[in-house]
């Protein structure tokens, strides 16, 4: 992957030893969700996980794939590939806009509280035979950002099932604190650089499946992965990172971080403008 990104590369691990990390869950304490149902909310907090909530329509849904078809052209032209559109809303107009858009903010604020900040947004597009997986690992384990009160937006710009190799959670397994993991091998053809083994230990695998337009919620502590896409239709979405403001960040990560709603009365996210392209 030649860009920038939300997952870096090894020495990763040395990296965020060096910054002091509260890697517990904080369950949502909503009350009174605008969006969600307070069940949902339960369950989130159980599960560490909703799923197949409708953000676009069909017509919405065709927008966002021909955008996205022309930028990984675009990309792929210039040396990169499937996976390295990442940090994309501080280069991209129209993914500042998907990061920011009111309804996807909705949902997380009624999960984190009313002040929020959007900081990450990477498209993982696995293309019909493309033989990558990626490996059962947190997102925690990659992000310099303390304490753990953040989520991944997952939208899918294709409908993603089992055939074309969905994401898949372990229910509850962000209630296990930070994992052990393992450095992946080249000869496991992992886009990610981590893989935590045995994952059954904490549940059973659960399918992900999404229609073009909807989006899943995770927990930042969530164990999840996906299998290499061995059928003939792409599986494309777009993961957008979200934390509270009161979260901090290493790594100078503060300088991506918008602020989608209340305020962040320190100033320690640097809340860039819209590119101004697209």
Not at 115 to 138: E, I
Not at 179 to 196: A, F
């Amino acid at each position: 992957m030649a860009e920038s990104k939300e997952f870096q590369a090894v020495p990763q691990e040395e990296d965020l030893s060096q910054i002091e990390r509260d890697l517990k869950f904080y369950p949502s304490t909503t009350t009174n969700p605008a969006l969600l149902y307070v069940e949902q909310i339960e369950q989130f907090n159980r599960d560490g996980y909703l799923r197949s909530l409708r953000i676009f329509d069909d017509q919405e849904v065709a927008e966002n794939r021909e955008y996205f078809d022309r930028l990984l052209e675009t990309v792929i032209a210039a040396g990169g590939n499937s996976y390295s559109i990442s940090t994309a809303h501080m280069k991209y107009g129209k993914v500042y806009d998907l990061l920011t858009h009111p309804k996807i903010v909705a949902y997380v604020k009624d999960l984190l509280g009313e002040n929020l900040v959007a900081w990450g947004s990477h498209f993982f597009c696995k293309m019909p035979h493309d033989g990558k997986s990626v490996a059962w690992h947190q997102d925690a384990s990659y992000w310099p950002l303390s304490p753990s009160k953040a989520v991944t937006v997952w939208l899918a710009i294709d409908n993603a099932d089992p055939e074309n190799a969905n994401m898949r959670f372990i229910a509850g397994s962000h209630h296990h604190g930070h994992m052990t993991y393992r450095p992946s091998g080249s000869h496991e053809d992992n886009v990610l650089n981590q893989t935590i083994d045995n994952p059954e230990q904490y549940g059973s695998p659960i399918d992900d499946s999404l229609q073009a337009g909807e989006i899943s919620i995770h927990s930042d502590l969530l164990l999840h992965g996906s299998e290499a896409n061995e059928s003939d239709r792409r599986r494309c979405g777009l993961t957008l990172r979200y934390c509270a403001t009161d979260v901090r960040a290493g790594m100078d990560w503060n300088a991506k971080g918008v602020i989608v709603s209340g305020s962040d009365p320190s100033g320690h996210w640097l809340n860039p403008a819209r590119p101004e392209n697209d």
